[in-house]
């Protein structure tokens, strides 16, 4: 069930267009922790059931929905949301980078990464 609630929190701020980040400071946690809330990796408490679906507008009751997508995921569709959740985690690390010098060697960095596929 945590994943079931995890994923709806997920797929919830995902539908508003919002970040780990954004969502993250909204709900008073780091985007470490929402991260692990969203994969399941933590279960969320009933109080913070409560201010997640404030923060992103939805019923409590949508959290708790499975969906057939979800009780049929596969190896595949968990690499896939490891993989989204590396990238979050990379603009939101680049965004917190001040130096233009660090910047440039992380854009580098990206674009050689990027050639390799």
Do not use: C
């Not at 929402?34 to 399941?40: A, C, I």
């Not at 993989?83 to 990206?110: F, H, I, N, P, Y």
């Amino acid at each position: 069930m945590d994943r079931v609630v995890g994923e709806n929190l997920r797929q919830a701020r995902l539908r508003r267009g919002q970040t780990l980040a954004e969502v993250s400071e909204a709900m008073g946690v780091s985007h470490q922790q929402l991260q692990k809330y969203e994969t399941g990796a933590n279960r969320l408490s009933a109080g913070m059931i409560d201010r997640a679906s404030t923060v992103l507008g939805v019923p409590i009751a949508s959290l708790f929905k499975r969906s057939g997508a979800l009780q049929t995921e596969g190896r595949a569709d968990k690499a896939a949301r490891r993989r989204d959740a590396l990238r979050e985690e990379a603009g939101w690390l680049l965004a917190r980078t001040e130096s233009e010098a660090d910047l440039k060697q992380m854009v580098a960095v990206l674009r050689a990464l990027a050639r390799k596929d």
